[in-house]
């Protein structure tokens, strides 16, 4: 990156020049997480491209590109995440390197701050960085690069400078100053090499010449040339002779914080760099390592401020202590900075620590804050000093304050949660414990504090221990028992407790009934109507103060509680008597199946309108209306593992109205999503508890036909026959209006089922009875789809005219009616006829008009169908670019479906 793009592969080095693929690289390399959204990407790459799927069909092919030069296991699809990632070691390029010797460098004495950032330097040659690559964007990037590679030079210069000035710093001084003369730092600690020497006439016509060229000197520049000219003390040293150094030791270096701690000493960099203070706000929930993280930078820092670091203790969430009084704080702040004051009030005693602190630059820690209340007389006012504050609330009255930064604290990842247990466990066991790691590390929710309890289980143990441990932490209700540690002051529950009794009546019911709730997230409308009674502006109120505890969180627009808090809730939380605990429990769950259900049903009433389901209208509950697929379909993407846990938890409360009505509702989603994982089996188990509950014929017959129709998309037509040979019969029971449509269903269904196992005969007959079925029920859409069906039939066995003549008046039919899906299923069809007749142009203005269709409609797996015929078509007429555009269209479907994907790869090789 530092020069011309390339990379080196297993001995294999290339260069990508100036290439496209060169400018996704340096992109990704460049980004965040090595991770970049694929819109920004091609927002720059291609700016004259306003298409939506072209821009989509490019980025995949470059993706593709990139994949094929690097190799897969560096460059992963992840078409679905929406974005584009590299899955490399953060030392892989020359500029990651260098990044990561600055970071490395934090904290660090001067000597060994001074070599490793000698080393992060000799990175750099003499090339460019990002060489070659044009644009406005790459331009940016490297001015950024070149300002990072400024700021570091000024890190090692002070850090030269801070160790024994007269060893490396004239020596760097010189050698920097050369290639930066413009630079006020860089000049600064040239002029500071000279410090041994008095400011004579050589030195003052240096600094006149460097002010003729460069301007007038900055702050610091100008502080040194005052010392040099015996006027001021030199910037790192204090003026004053009492400095407190108050920060306790180190407890624990915190794991996979990295990041965060990175941002936190940018902004102190650049604070400093203004001559500014400002204060962080560390918050997050409980034992997620906000103290460890504080301390960690605090230390980190303490060397930039010459006059002190001042450390308080604040008690807002400590098991048997009270909240600390802010004045005794306040107290203990002034004694160490002289003159003490003769002031008594709280405020007044703030005002004396503000004065205190103007003219210093001192470092402030303030851990475990309750409220904002007892951190605000204790905070800096103006001046250079810099405060860090954690607390579990997210003290948001201070957001609004200038110069205020906070940030939460978030769990760990998988790697450096198996880090922490790692460290206990000796490497001989670690290859033999990988599932139980994995195990401990879900249960304990990549929470630090959890993973340090168990870590301290398994330390000087035996392999044994960690599968023990796994089976004891199975079971929910020990869960936390497991997590606590009382003898090293370390547990969970006694830290979540902490937490839930600060909250009011109306929050902790809330939490309860939150734990109720199944998971993994639940959206607002569902949070107030689980407050039903309450109401909703209750509800909401209690809902934020869960939110400012950290005890709830607000990702996606859903809420989620963690794992460990809801273990907590539901076992350790009384917020209701125990004589009214189960009726509330029963009210509870009944507000959220009633939401899960009549939610999913209102998008699935979009996605197929023909289905009829026994749900019954809505009361008491707030219900979505989407107003076409594509919004039917996004809530159900954020709602699908919802609405799985919700039917895994009606199964287990043995609740049939929903054991077998919420695998229904979800049908038309899994099939368009194809989703079959456990359909099959849900399906099954739902028309068992629908007969079992004596829910009526015609419904029972519903269930089998959705059972059969998935078996059909697994290509499982016999078992497919038998189960709608199942749902004819129970229709036949019914000899209404409703059983006569059942049975058209069926038959229809058991038509198409024969057709599939080259059973022609049996396929007509059903099909011309489930067509008379539906002329005597007036069912245009039913009418259309046998009438398909049979053309379709007519087109296997040869006969082009019948075909064409029984889909043109499917044709007719299915254009009287909204039913989007059912026409471009007679489109497709229609299609093949005319492709048969040898009228292609006909053929292929059907086959556009149904792609678009599907597309519009979500309809993955019949789009993939559909768009794969099509290029066909396209490649016989000559017209081989289209043929392209729709096979990239086809492999981004079978990437978003994870199918197989390489029929696709090798038919475009050769087209291109």
């Not at 219900?623 to 895994?648: G, H, I, N």
């Not at 979800?666 to 099939?671: C, E, G, P």
């Not at 490649?875 to 269209?889: K, M, N, Y």
Request: aromatic share 6%.
């Amino acid at each position: 990156m530092l020069g011309p793009i390339g990379f080196e592969v297993e001995g294999r080095k290339e260069l990508l020049g100036t290439t496209k693929e060169a400018e996704l690289l340096a992109l990704l390399v460049t980004s965040e997480g090595l991770s970049r959204g694929r819109e920004e990407i091609a927002e720059i790459l291609w700016p004259e491209v306003k298409d939506e799927r072209k821009r989509k069909d490019r980025i995949d092919s470059l993706v593709r590109e990139l994949r094929k030069r690097m190799g897969k296991e560096f460059v992963p699809h992840a078409a679905r995440s929406g974005r584009c990632t590299l899955r490399l070691q953060s030392g892989s390029f020359d500029y990651l390197r260098f990044l990561e010797g600055r970071r490395r460098a934090e904290g660090l004495p001067a000597s060994a701050r001074f070599e490793c950032l000698r080393v992060a330097l000799s990175e750099w040659g003499d090339d460019e960085p990002l060489s070659g690559l044009l644009g406005p964007h790459f331009e940016l990037l490297r001015e950024k690069m070149r300002r990072e590679r400024i700021d570091a030079v000024c890190e090692l210069l002070r850090a030269a400078w801070e160790d024994r000035p007269g060893t490396f710093l004239p020596e760097e001084a010189r050698k920097w100053f050369a290639l930066f003369p413009e630079n006020h730092h860089v000049f600064a600690y040239y002029l500071l090499a000279h410090e041994h020497r008095q400011m004579d006439k050589s030195l003052e016509r240096t600094i006149a010449q460097w002010i003729e060229c460069h301007g007038e000197p900055g702050e610091f520049l100008q502080t040194v040339i005052d010392r040099l000219r015996g006027e001021e003390p030199l910037e790192g040293r204090s003026r004053f002779l009492s400095v407190p150094d108050q920060l306790p030791p180190e407890k624990r270096v915190p794991v996979g914080q990295e990041k965060l701690l990175g941002e936190l000493v940018d902004l102190v960099e650049e604070a400093q760099s203004a001559g500014r203070g400002l204060i962080l706000l560390l918050s997050g929930m409980a034992g997620v390592g906000k103290s460890t993280v504080a301390l960690h930078l605090a230390h980190q820092l303490r060397g930039r401020f010459p006059d002190g670091a001042l450390y308080g203790e604040l008690n807002g969430h400590t098991d048997g202590a009270s909240p600390a009084d802010p004045e005794m704080i306040l107290d203990g702040f002034l004694a160490a900075l002289p003159p003490y004051p003769t002031v008594r009030s709280l405020e007044a005693k703030g005002k004396e620590l503000r004065s205190a602190l103007a003219h210093r630059s001192a470092l402030i820690f303030l851990d475990n804050a309750l409220n904002a209340k007892q951190v605000k007389e204790l905070l800096p006012g103006t001046g250079a000093c810099v405060a860090i504050v954690t607390s579990r609330n997210e003290l948001s009255s201070f957001f609004s304050w200038r110069g205020v930064h906070p940030r939460k604290v978030e769990l760990l990842g998988d790697d450096d949660a198996l880090r922490v247990l790692r460290e206990n466990v000796a490497e001989k066991d670690w290859s033999n414990c990988a599932q139980a790691f994995a195990k401990l590390i879900r249960h304990c929710g990549n929470l630090p504090l959890a993973l340090t309890v168990v870590g301290r289980r398994l330390a000087h143990r035996s392999a044994n221990t960690i599968h023990a441990l796994v089976r004891e932490m199975d079971e929910e209700r020990r869960r936390l028992e497991s997590l606590h540690l009382p003898e090293e002051e370390l547990s969970v529950r006694v830290a979540l407790n902490c937490s839930v009794s600060e909250l009011s009546a109306e929050a902790a019911l809330l939490l309860w009934r939150l734990a109720v709730h199944p998971g993994p997230g639940i959206s607002w409308e569902a949070v107030m109507d689980l407050g039903v009674a309450e109401g909703e502006q209750c509800t909401d109120k209690a809902l934020g103060e869960l939110q400012q505890a950290n005890l709830v969180d607000l990702r996606s627009d859903r809420y989620r509680l963690h794992d460990l808090v809801r273990t907590f809730a539901r076992h350790h939380l009384t917020p209701v008597p125990p004589e009214e605990r189960d009726a509330v429990e029963a009210a509870t769950l009944h507000q959220v199946m009633e939401h899960q259900l009549h939610n999913v049903r209102a998008c699935d009433r979009v996605l197929d309108s023909q289905r009829a389901l026994p749900i019954g209208d809505p009361e008491g509950v707030r219900v979505f209306s989407p107003k076409e697929p594509a919004q039917a379909m996004e809530w159900m993407d954020k709602e699908y593992e919802t609405t799985r846990q919700c039917l895994e938890l009606a199964r287990r409360k043995e609740m049939d109205r929903y054991a077998w009505l919420l695998p229904t509702a979800l049908v038309t989603y899994q099939w368009r999503r194809r989703l079959f994982g456990s359909m099959e089996s849900d399906l099954r188990e739902a028309a068992e508890t629908a007969e079992r509950a004596g829910v009526s014929p015609v419904e029972c017959a519903m269930v089998h036909r959705m059972l059969a129709g998935t078996q059909w998309r697994l290509s499982e037509f016999g078992k497919a026959a038998a189960t709608l040979a199942r749902a004819v019969r129970l229709s036949r029971e019914d000899d209404s209006g409703s059983g006569r449509l059942s049975l058209a269903r069926s038959l229809y269904a058991l038509g198409i089922t024969h057709r599939k196992k080259g059973e022609e005969t049996e396929a007509e007959e059903r099909l011309r009875q489930a067509l008379d079925l539906y002329r005597e029920l007036a069912e245009p859409v039913g009418e259309a789809m046998a009438r398909n069906a049979i053309g379709a039939l007519h087109l296997d066995e040869g006969d082009h005219d019948q075909a064409l003549q029984w889909c043109e008046g499917a044709r007719r039919l299915i254009e009287r009616t909204v039913d989007h899906s059912g026409r471009a299923d007679v489109l497709f069809t229609l299609a093949k006829v005319r492709l048969a007749r040898a009228e292609r142009e006909e053929a292929i203005a059907l086959y556009e008009q149904a792609c678009g269709i599907y597309q519009s409609q979500e309809c993955w797996t019949d789009e993939d169908k559909t768009r794969r015929l099509f290029a066909d078509v396209l490649v016989s007429a000559g017209r081989v670019q289209e043929a392209v555009e729709e096979l990239e269209r086809v492999l981004v479907l079978r990437e978003q479906m994870e199918a197989d994907t390489k029929e696709i790869r090798d038919i475009l090789e050769t087209l291109r």
